[in-house]
């Protein structure tokens, strides 16, 4: 573990107060400003749904920098999250330490608004301005916004007008960029001058009282530091120890095989039909009863599509008693219509009906949710719940896969890099719909190549399945893994109807999710070319294929890009001449992709690319372009 700042490091304990025990909880943060926020309040949400049943029960506290709150967009997307079905946590304490300036920079070229806290007029949240030379203001003040915030349920701001006596850091001259600020600052009286003159006049202690108390403070802190200097190491407690006591980190041997998350065909087919079936006695929209009556062919043909695969995964969970949330944006129904987690009667009641939360009465529950037009707070947000779920399924969604632009900063400070700087596993799944059909560059790519980069020691899984039996297995192994990682999936936009993209119940039934896919249509011996690829682009090239009648060319699945199979992948060449042609395909053009990262993984061995060439945007804008580009991949691949 390379670690952080100490004062990133996360923290827990118990601590008395009145007789009554409080946990107190300090999240792990980057110091990227407020990043660390929609985590706490997703942690919060977590403790809430599993532990709790209570919001009166905990509350979380943000502590903001004046310049921070104002700039930062995260802060006003946490507070449209504060009443929102999927995300509220019965109101959060903000404290605002407004020091008016932000580094170097003076709070009248920080914000165009009169207060840095104006951001919670946007839900009419009570903001409490307080002069943090008044000590006995500010604890009244405290005092009051957690009475406000027990009673309402909301958030509330306090901003604690102060000012900031040294500057930024040890090394940082204040006075080159606010000197008639820091003389008045030199010559001001201390927090603890100010607050002794106000006890002296009042007669509540006198001064050699008061000199007692600094020394002997004082003395404990020097007997506390020597103490701390006589240990050699020290010890690093996950900041959620306990909730974590059953999951132990991975070694790189976990990654050679994959757990067994076969169910029972009997229970399979249950289990389907139940998800399957619209109770009886509610009127439906007709399209809704159409879905459904599919959705039950699908398994009595023994021929179940992606979201068939998908929700069957969910259902073993639950029925095994993992809880499983789904939150992102039309979630519910699914962006391309696949879903209906999530179905209304009709238009007179519109009650809402989740089949998979009626499945037996001891099922862990479902919870599914819209969210809001965000993706920084909320995949935040469903990160800081799986790091409170750790035996459960926590999904983030993206509309479309390069929706997680918008969220890069929780992929670059914690989804990737939390366990090496903290210590701290998290099992988020993110999906990202993701595929070229030539109806618009922008929401044709999930970025894999960002996601590639940043992989190293182990931090993530990065997936790209083809089988809904693939995504099954997927799924399961997310939970029935006895460490955590997060989970980056690749999903499919074409292959959700697509007519070969089908698995039967046997196939997931049967053994765990397969990390590469050989091909068992050709016959190694008389295979000139190997080609190697991930996704959807598997389905073009095998139909051009079999369009061309070529039978010389063998198409290996990577179901797994990273931690890259290596293993998994020997075993699929096994049996193919030496002097074989090897390559990688791809639909995404060459500066992008996945093609950098198997150059750089198969650095030994004599691969070429079939991809199209370096692009500035991801795709073409225009189905008639993408289509012209397509056939001059097809034509330099089977030429």
Not at 434 to 459: D, I, K, P, T, V
Not at 476 to 495: G, M
Not at 526 to 541: R, S
């Amino acid at each position: 573990m390379d670690g952080d700042v100490k004062y990133h490091l996360g923290y827990s304990r118990d601590i008395t107060v009145n007789g009554n025990n409080v946990h107190v909880t300090l999240c792990p943060n980057p110091s990227h400003l407020e990043a660390v926020n929609p985590v706490v309040e997703g942690l919060t949400r977590a403790k809430i749904d599993h532990y709790l049943n209570d919001e009166k029960k905990i509350v979380p506290i943000l502590v903001h920098g004046d310049a921070a709150i104002a700039g930062q967009g995260i802060v006003y997307e946490i507070v449209q999250m504060a009443l929102l079905d999927g995300y509220r946590t019965g109101g959060t304490i903000h404290i605002v330490t407004n020091n008016q300036v932000g580094f170097t920079t003076n709070y009248l070229d920080a914000r165009s608004s009169t207060y840095c806290t104006d951001v919670a007029k946007t839900t009419l949240c009570p903001v409490f301005h307080v002069n943090a030379d008044d000590v006995e203001a500010v604890i009244t003040t405290m005092q009051w916004a957690l009475e406000y915030r027990e009673k309402y349920n909301m958030d509330v701001f306090v901003d604690l007008l102060g000012y900031r006596k040294y500057g930024h850091n040890e090394g940082d001259e204040p006075k080159f960029t606010q000197p008639t600020l820091y003389k008045q600052i030199a010559s001001h009286l201390s927090l603890r001058e100010l607050y002794l003159k106000q006890l002296t006049a009042e007669g509540n202690i006198t001064n050699e009282e008061a000199e007692t108390v600094r020394i002997n403070f004082e003395t404990h802190l020097d007997a506390s530091l020597e103490k701390a200097k006589s240990k050699t190491s020290a010890f690093v407690k996950h900041f959620l120890e306990e909730t974590w006591k059953d999951v132990r980190f991975s070694t790189p041997e976990d990654f050679d095989s994959t757990p067994n998350t076969g169910i029972a065909e009997k229970k399979l087919v249950e289990l389907g039909t139940k998800l399957s079936t619209l109770p009886k006695g509610e009127k439906f929209f007709r399209k809704t009863e159409k879905v459904f009556e599919d959705r039950l062919n699908m398994i009595q043909n023994d021929q179940l599509d992606w979201a068939m695969g998908e929700l069957l995964a969910y259902a073993t969970l639950l029925e095994e008693g993992h809880p499983v949330r789904v939150s992102g944006q039309d979630v519910e129904r699914g962006t391309f219509s696949h879903r209906h987690a999530v179905v209304k009667t009709d238009e007179d009641a519109e009650k809402e009906i989740i089949t998979l939360n009626m499945l037996s009465k001891n099922q862990a529950p479902l919870r599914i949710y819209n969210s809001l037009l965000s993706e920084y707070g909320v995949l935040g947000f469903d990160y800081g719940y799986a790091f409170g779920t750790p035996q459960g399924l926590t999904i983030w969604e993206a509309q479309f896969g390069d929706f997680n632009n918008g969220a890069q900063i929780m992929i670059d400070q914690f989804i990737s890099a939390a366990e090496d700087k903290w210590g701290s596993m998290n099992g988020i799944v993110m999906f990202l719909p993701h595929g070229y059909e030539g109806q618009g560059s922008e929401h044709s790519s999930g970025r894999m190549e960002r996601f590639l980069q940043l992989c190293a020691e182990h931090n993530m899984q990065v997936c790209d399945v083809t089988t809904p039996a693939n995504f099954f297995h997927l799924l399961r192994k997310q939970v029935k893994q006895p460490f955590r990682k997060p989970l980056i999936v690749f999903t499919p936009k074409k292959l959700l109807r697509h007519p070969k993209a089908v698995s039967s119940i046997k196939e997931m039934s049967k053994g765990s999710f397969q990390m590469v896919i050989e091909d068992n249509s050709v016959d190694k011996k008389k295979v000139n070319k190997v080609v190697l690829c991930t996704g959807k682009m598997y389905y073009d090239m095998a139909e051009e294929r079999e369009k061309r009648g070529v039978t010389d060319m063998a198409l290996i699945r990577l179901e797994q890009l990273y931690p890259f199979p290596q293993k998994a992948l020997k075993k699929a060449m096994k049996g193919y001449g030496k002097k074989v042609q090897l390559l990688w395909a791809q639909e995404e053009p060459e500066n992008m992709g996945a093609w950098s990262y198997i150059m750089r993984m198969m650095r030994k061995s004599n691969i070429d690319v079939i991809a199209y060439p370096a692009q500035a945007s991801p795709a073409a804008g225009s189905s008639k372009m993408h289509e012209a580009r397509m056939r001059q991949v097809m034509d330099q691949l089977f030429a």
